[in-house]
């Protein structure tokens, strides 16, 4: 079945960088696009990027866009998610997710587009 297994949140301050790492298993990685989506306490789960199946397209919503970068290595099944500048406002549950059909072109936001999840890692930014 696929997995996806979040690591590399943290509680860090205003200002710095973390980097997120998703690695997949259980069918063709490199088939298929991933997305970061986020969630904080008493908020709905939301988008944070996307990138798609052989990298060449990126989608990020307005709030992070210049701050963070969506990347994946297909040899190593992983989606990456490297945050700079981070803000009390960025903290929240991380998640990755990858949907059912492979080779889809275009971005997908929505979360209901996303059907494997990741269990979340943590970000914490202090001010």
């Known amino acids: 079945q696929v997995q996806l297994v979040e690591s590399g949140g943290g509680l860090v301050q205003a200002g710095d960088s973390l980097r997120l790492s998703c690695a997949a298993s259980?069918?063709?990685?490199?088939?298929?696009?991933m997305g970061w989506f986020r969630q904080a306490p008493g908020k709905e789960r939301e988008f944070v990027a996307a990138?798609?199946?052989?990298?060449?397209?990126?989608y990020y919503t307005d709030s992070v866009k210049g701050r963070f970068t969506i990347s994946r290595d297909n040899t190593k099944n992983t989606v990456y998610l490297q945050m700079n500048s981070l803000k009390p406002e960025d903290s929240a549950i991380y998640y990755c997710?990858?949907?059912?059909?492979?080779?889809?072109?275009?971005?997908?936001?929505?979360?209901?587009?996303?059907?494997?999840w990741g269990q979340g890692t943590q970000v914490t930014v202090s001010s």
């Open positions: 990138i798609s199946w052989r990298g060449g397209s990126t």
């Open positions: 997710a990858s949907p059912r059909t492979p080779y889809y072109t275009g971005p997908q936001r929505r979360v209901d587009e996303y059907t494997y």
């Open positions: 259980g069918r063709t990685f490199s088939s298929y696009s």
